[in-house]
């Protein structure tokens, strides 16, 4: 058996907790060989984030080039994408090698309120990339921002599911971190069914690089050959262990635990 390969097209996470590094350290604990396209270097700690350096999309595109003309990959994954150029060469180049299957996570803002994707960018986010992707991972306020209004119910969740899915891409799954609540449950749809995941809320607020995590998870499980409804579960059961077993690093919003 070949070893499975994934890569991830994301923001350097100078503190190690989100980013780049938690999607190379989820891929390495789940024995898939990680690979990387960097989007931007951002100078970051547990306390937030203080620059973002952006590359320029050429240096996104080669990257992209080099894995995929050599080593090539059996998922990936996007994160942090700040600009629109960035996105629109990242869509011509999965469309270019014919790469799948793709799980983007929309970053927008990070949990220390930094905005790591610009406005015009968001159409571009929705237009360009989701419909190449088998699974977008939102929280709840990035699933707020891409559905346009506030999903305080059930009812309404269901709903932006469901119109996330008519933005082109396979399944959705609205995390439920955000939520109140003594579960934390995330809403899965695949335009056919909706099945709620669920995990007992844990009282931390050594949460950062979660969202990173989640997804990078969910990518290696594909890698592997998971359907998706099982990577979502893998990735559930994943972050929810590394939350419970957080490293409590830093002064601010620490890293969840990777070896967990
Ligand atoms: N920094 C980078 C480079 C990221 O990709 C992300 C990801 O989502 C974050 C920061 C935000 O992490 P968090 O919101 O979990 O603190």
Request: hydrophobic fraction near 40%; proline fraction near 3%; glycine fraction near 10%.
């Amino acid at each position: 058996m070949t070893t499975p390969r994934a890569l991830t097209i994301a923001g350097s996470d100078s503190g190690g907790g989100a980013g780049i590094q938690a999607d190379l350290k989820t891929f390495h604990q789940l024995h898939v060989y990680g690979m990387s396209a960097l989007t931007a270097v951002t100078a970051q700690n547990t306390l937030g984030v203080t620059d973002i350096y952006e590359l320029e999309a050429e240096a996104v595109a080669r990257q992209i080039d080099a894995v995929a003309e050599d080593i090539g990959m059996d998922a990936l994954k996007t994160g942090m994408i700040s600009s629109t150029p960035i996105m629109e060469v990242i869509a011509e180049k999965i469309r270019q090698y014919h790469l799948s299957p793709l799980v983007v996570d929309p970053v927008m803002v990070s949990k220390s309120g930094h905005s790591l994707l610009e406005e015009s960018a968001r159409k571009s986010l929705i237009h360009t990339l989701l419909p190449l992707a088998c699974l977008v991972t939102p929280n709840l306020p990035e699933a707020e921002i891409l559905v346009g209004k506030k999903l305080d119910t059930e009812i309404k969740r269901k709903e932006a599911a469901r119109r996330i899915v008519d933005m082109g891409v396979s399944a959705v799954v609205i995390k439920g971190g955000h939520l109140d609540g003594d579960q934390a449950t995330d809403l899965f749809f695949d335009g056919e069914q909706f099945l709620a995941f669920s995990a007992p809320r844990i009282a931390t607020h050594h949460t950062h690089g979660t969202g990173c995590t989640f997804s990078a998870a969910a990518t290696a499980a594909l890698a592997k050959g998971e359907s998706v409804t099982e990577a979502v579960y893998t990735a559930k059961t994943f972050i929810t262990q590394g939350i419970a077993h957080s490293l409590g690093l830093g002064k601010g919003y620490g890293p969840t635990n990777h070896w967990a």
